[in-house]
Every structure is written in C-alpha cells, then in structure tokens.
C-alpha cells in the first residue's frame, strides 16, 4: 500500500467518524434522546452503562468491550488506540483508580470535543485524551502498562506501523488488548481498495494468520486470537447499509452479491499479547 492510499484511508476515516460524533451530539444532547437500543449498549454490562453519559453510548462503534479483556488493575496506565466518544477511556479510568491513568487517542478533532465533554459529564479526573495518530503515539517509550482498542487497527492503512508504536509505549511485560475486526479468509482483491469497506471495518480487516505475523514481527509474545461472532448474512447486511448509504460506496460494487460473498468470512475477535520481559528468556 502506497503512503497515498494510507493517507486516502485516513481521510476517510477521520472524515466518517467526524459525522458519526456529530450524529452522537444530535441524538444525545437534542431532542431525541439515545435509547436502550443504542449499539453501545449490545457491548457493555448494565453496570457500566449505567455510569455514562449517553453520548459516549451513542458514539461507540465498537467490536467488543477490551476494557473485560484487559484485566485493568488499580495503578495501571492504560492508552487507548482511537479513543472515539471516550466510552473505554472511562470505564478503564475508573478500573485502574485512584492512582492510575487512562489517555485515549483519536485523530478526529470533533471526536476529541465529545470524548472530553462526556469526561467532563462523568466527572473522571484520571483521564487525558490526545489528539493524534495511532501511527505515530504521542507518549514516550515504555510508558504504558496496557494498550487497548475497540474496533479501530483494522482503519489503519499502516498496521505494521500501529504495532510498532504499541509495543514501544509498553512497558517491559506491558500487555496488548483488542477488541477488531479479523478476516477468517482472505478478502478479494477488488474489494480491499473499496474506500467504504476501509471505513465499515472489511477492507482493512486483517486475516488471522497475518494479525499473529505482524504482532510477532512487532515483537510481541503470547499471542492469542479469539473469535467472539462471525457475521452472518443479516450482520453484513447491517453493516452494507451504512455503506450503501454513504457517498463511498462505488456504483460498480454490488452490495447484495457483496454480502453473500463475506458471509463467514468476517469475524470479530479478542487479541491478547505481551510485551516480552528483560529478566524473562522462557519465552513467557
């Protein structure tokens, strides 16, 4: 992939989760009122949504919940690769309080505007949101016990780079948690350069075996890939809508063939990894 595409990629991305913060806005702080409904909601317990402000339910568009997945303890620093309204910035921020610290990173400015509000209205004082890339993390070496993300590696259109900059701002045996989008087969050729497949979450959607390559390569250890739901054919038809709907989606792709053609191939997935240790040469 050419640094064109990437920054094509980019672009569109920032450029459909601007509008999606936009839309969380609308329906959280307008007259109409986030429902129960609210995909945010199909993701966490009871328990957390019932401590967040509903524009950062409204704005999830998440794969999973990675703060479970993590393990978060008091005291830990968490980053969170493409923070979005905020909502795994917060419940991470009071997982590892009173002395810990979430920062979430996210490259779109109107993004950062909701994240920061719905900080503001949970009142969590232990949190910083960055603006940035999560090619290129704005935080030192070595100074993050956790790196997490919902949904978000698959946007990148320069993951090796995302790995990298991961496994840097971990600390020695720091761990990797993620919630995305895995392909359990290859994607055709002709759909991986489809601008709205990037930002439904297909295109740039890695298979199984290459994630575990690039981690490795990377440098991380105990990798593990757990599959959590392979989309049906009604799933994809959700997500094809959003596509259809969108001034991204090509006259010359057919959605519907499209669909059939994914079915099963698309998955979501937990990946866990670690940041192997100095003083440890077990390979644990």
Same mark, same amino acid.
């Given at each position: ?6 920054d094509e990629i980019r672009e569109?991305? #920032? ?38 402000p509903e524009a950062a339910l ?12 993590? =393990?978060? #303890? ?13 909502? =795994? ?48 993390? !704005? ?20 993951? !090796?780079?995302v790995f990298r900059e991961a496994?840097?701002?971990? #600390? ?15 994607? !055709? ?30 440098? @991380? ?10 989309? =049906? ?16 989606? !090509? =006259? ?17 997935? @937990? ?14």
């Amino acid at each position: 992939m050419t640094t064109r595409d990437a920054d094509e990629i980019r672009e569109a991305v #920032r450029a459909r989760y601007a509008e999606a913060a936009r839309a969380a806005e609308a329906s959280c702080c307008g007259p109409a009122k986030a429902t129960e409904g609210a995909f945010g909601r199909t993701l966490y317990g009871e328990g957390e949504a019932d401590v967040l402000p509903e524009a950062a339910l409204a704005a999830s568009l998440g794969c999973g919940n990675p703060t479970l997945l993590a =393990d978060l #303890r008091p005291g830990e620093v968490v980053l969170d690769l493409g923070s979005g309204g905020g909502i =795994d910035v917060l419940l991470s921020a009071r997982r590892v309080a009173p002395t810990g610290m979430a920062y979430g990173l996210d490259m779109t400015p109107e993004m950062l505007v909701l994240a920061r509000r719905n900080q503001a209205d949970a009142g969590v004082t232990n949190a910083e949101f960055l603006e940035g890339t999560i090619e290129a993390v !704005p935080l030192p070496d070595g100074s993050v016990d956790v790196v997490i993300s919902n949904c978000v590696v698959n946007l990148s259109g320069d993951k !090796p780079a995302v790995f990298r900059e991961a496994f840097r701002v971990l #600390r020695p045996g720091g761990r990797l948690a993620i919630s995305d989008v895995v392909m359990r087969r290859a994607l !055709p050729e002709r759909l991986q350069r489809v601008i709205g497949l990037w930002t439904g979450c297909i295109a740039g959607a890695l298979p199984e075996t290459g994630y575990r390559e690039q981690l490795e390569h990377a440098g @991380f250890v105990d990798i593990a890939i757990e599959a959590t739901d392979v989309y =049906d054919r009604e799933g994809l038809s959700r997500m094809a809508e959003d596509v259809a709907a969108s001034a991204e989606s !090509p =006259d010359a792709v057919d959605i519907e063939a499209t669909v059939v053609e994914l079915e099963g191939a698309v998955m979501s997935a @937990f990946v866990r990894a670690r940041k192997p240790s100095p003083s440890r040469h077990d390979g644990r």
